[in-house]
């Protein structure tokens, strides 16, 4: 029977490392998604205007909501500043 490899030194610290790394990742994206959830649920659909709601556009549009902003015109021209 073969003994199982557990690492040392710099190799137990570099594996640490990209777990560590790895669950902020998921953890990310699973807020990412509450966020998109929560918008759903206020009838706000992000998603059909830009991919990212976490991106540049989408946290200027979300901010920009927060503040009160309604006019989907105001809201759009937030995604347009990045596309030119």
């Known amino acids: ?35 998109q959830r929560c918008l759903e649920l206020m009838n706000i659909k992000l998603t059909e205007v830009i991919s990212q709601i976490h991106g540049a556009s989408g946290i200027r549009m979300i901010e920009a909501i927060i503040d009160g902003q309604r006019d989907p015109q105001v809201l759009c021209s937030y995604a347009i500043k990045d596309y030119r």
Do not use: A, H, T
Not at 12 to 23: F, N
């Open 1 to 35: 029977m073969q003994e199982s490899f557990v690492p040392e030194g710099k190799m137990l610290e570099i594996r640490y490392l990209v777990r560590e790394r790895l669950d902020i990742i998921e953890m990310g994206s699973s807020y990412v998604n509450k966020m």
